[in-house]
């Protein structure tokens, strides 16, 4: 498989440290607030990799933190702590923030079909860690004490910027427009590792450390999580390209310097999500969440396949006007596959296999996933029968995760998994529309969507799913 590395620029043949074994780590969501769906994009996107890597014959250790704890994260170390204004909007402590948050995560990511990493550490649980590397990187001379913090000295490294061509002058970092600079840092890329005294003096998490009392800075707690759980030797870690600099170049510094040797040597970075009107926001504009999407009458399955019809490396933009092209053209390609169900026979082996191949030739130049499901339209074009056609709609579904079966089935009329009560109130509801007695089909509607299913009309027919 050919994938494209930010750390060398080019799409180069993907190698492991193990050979037929993958350590993968992927940045966890920052847990103060829901995941907007620019978030989940990079989510959806390491999801597939993963999938396809599996796919491919590797074994899968993927591993994940959850940042509840040192989340300055806005620019370098002097950004707003956002789990603590969190905390104060909701009338929470800290972790009941974290906790809830936590758990609305991993439910999106169950709506978008996004697999659980194998571990998902929080960070608060790895504290005695963060301690340990830190009072390492200081006996080596790479860490510092300097006004009650503990910084990374970057003037240690020979080469710091490993992602980019920027210079010391050009990256100012913490001294942006608004943000005071840390004048206790010896070089202005130098970053905290932990913090006895930040502007943050009503922190509610704090735990003792040889340093004083204290929390640790953001980008330890990767370092320290991976090492732990992916070994000395990470394959490739992932993350929302916005990370590259300075969270995923602090990483890099920091692992190193810890363990005298290279780290990792592939990245990953998944381009954004914008809106029309520009970035993504979780403070500013509409709450693009996935709850957001099911009020507004969307399957997550079709903002997933809205994802995946587009490389990861271009910039994305969504509207609802390009989600509805997505949702049309996802309903489709689901009245194509209903249409081959019921047909007997055995998938014929050599079809399959030259079918297949056009799936595995576009993922395997830079998870082309936009080509893979050409590929996945041109089985359904093609003239082979239609056992093979759903074998392979099938395997391809490995990775894509799109519910194709699924909802094939349920267009067709043939799921009968829906629990007795709500396909009765389904019968009485499809007999008022009939009669064309609306007010009582929606007072139906509203019955089952209370009851913990989602109800939408679609071109083949009424889809009801659990929430
Ligand atoms: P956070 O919860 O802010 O730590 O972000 C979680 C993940 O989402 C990180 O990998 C970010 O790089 C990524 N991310 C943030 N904004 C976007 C966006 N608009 N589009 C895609 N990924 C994003
Ligand atoms: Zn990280």
Redesign the pocket.
Known sequence: MRLYNTLTRSKDEFVTHTPGRVEMY??????YDY??I??????IMEDVLEKYLEYSGYEVNRVMNI?DVG?L?SDGDTGDDKMLKGAKREHKSVMELAEFYTAAFFEDCKRLNIKKPDSVVPATGCIDDFIRVISSLIEKGYAYLAGGNVYFDTSRLDSYYVFNDFSQEDLAVGVREGVEADGNKKNKADFALWFTKSKFDNQELKWDSPWGVGYPGWHIECSCISMKHNGEYLDIH??????AFPHHTNEIAQSEAYLGHSWCPWWF??????TESG??S?SKGERLTVSRLIERGYDPIVYRFFVLQSHYRKT?VFSYENLDNAKTAYEKLIGKISSLLGAGGQPDAARLEGLRSMFTEALDNDLNTSLGITALYDVLKSDADAATKLALVSDFDRVLSLDLIENAKRAAGQDSSLPDEIASLLEQRSAARKAKDFAKADELRAKIQELGYTVEETRQGTVVRKK
């Open positions: 992927t940045c966890g969501p920052t847990v995941a907007h620019g978030n989940l994009r990079s989510y940042t989340h994260t992932c993350g929302g390209i916005d990370n970075h998944v381009h954004h999500l914008n970035k993504m979780k994305l």
